[in-house]
């Protein structure tokens, strides 16, 4: 349970990945937008994770800063405690990440971790805070750090996309670069607690292990809108399953559709 749990908190601020070609020129988010989803494990209350957005300048350009948070609550608090928190600095002209913060306490395992990329030269350096060391690495194409890719695919346009599409995007992570891969399951009205909405169905390819139960058991529902708002998340566990529900939102760069039966 501790560590499915910590991995889904990841899943919710971060696994939305896209190519660079379907992106909008207008940002589809603003300052202020707030996203914040409920987890559960079976009948369990297991936690909460957020998403918020502002308007900032890194040196000396118009940024976007976003801050994921997740946490565990309840009774799973008591067992395992998890505090991760996540930044990112994107570049309003092109959404690409300046710099990514991660922090993460997830019982006895900690992380402090920051990330500065400088694209124009494709090199970034990549630093353990707790041990004060610092690597420089080299990279081709456009790299994403897992938090900037969900507002990335946030601002695509997905009309074009049918069912059996793929998507792929290259990120770095933990000292490497990982290729991951979305596939279009289709459309379908989802029903939440605000109302049924038309959502687009997605599929993250995953590596099967002790924490996944097969390579296609995370299924994502995102509004089928300019908005792109994920609204539910089912991960199929080795030993039972998590959900995420979308549970607030607010300063939405446009009203989501929901229709109330």
Not at 106 to 111: D, F, L, Q
Not at 255 to 260: A, D
Request: proline content about 2%.
């Amino acid at each position: 349970m501790k560590k499915k749990l910590s991995v889904f908190l990841v899943i919710i601020v971060s696994f939305f990945y896209i190519s660079a070609d379907s992106v909008s020129d207008s940002s589809q988010f603003k300052d202020g937008e707030y996203l914040r989803y409920r987890l559960h494990y079976g009948l369990l209350n297991a936690g909460y994770a957020t998403l918020t957005t502002s308007e900032t300048t890194f040196n000396g350009k118009p940024h976007y800063h976003v801050i994921g948070e997740g946490y565990s609550t309840g009774a799973v608090k008591v067992f395992f405690k998890v505090e991760d928190r996540y930044e990112t600095y994107m570049d309003k002209s092109n959404l690409l990440s300046s710099k990514f913060i991660r922090k993460i306490k997830e019982g006895s395992y900690v992380r402090d971790q920051t990330m500065v990329i400088d694209h124009k030269n494709k090199k970034l350096t990549y630093t353990d805070n707790r041990n004060n060391t610092s690597k420089n690495y080299n990279f081709t194409g456009q790299i994403h750090d897992m938090l900037s890719a969900f507002y990335y695919l946030r601002n695509m346009d997905t009309d074009n996309y049918k069912t059996g599409d793929f998507i792929t995007l290259d990120i770095f992570l933990d000292n490497e670069v990982l290729n991951f891969k979305l596939k279009i399951l289709g459309r379908e009205n989802m029903k939440t607690s605000f109302g049924t909405v038309k959502c687009l169905k997605i599929r993250p390819y995953v590596l099967s292990g002790r924490v996944f139960k097969e390579k296609e058991s995370v299924t994502m529902w995102v509004t089928d809108d300019s908005n792109h708002v994920p609204v539910q998340i089912k991960a199929e566990l080795a030993v039972g399953s998590l959900k995420a529900d979308l549970s607030s939102y607010k300063n939405l760069q446009n009203p989501i559709n929901f229709t109330k039966k």
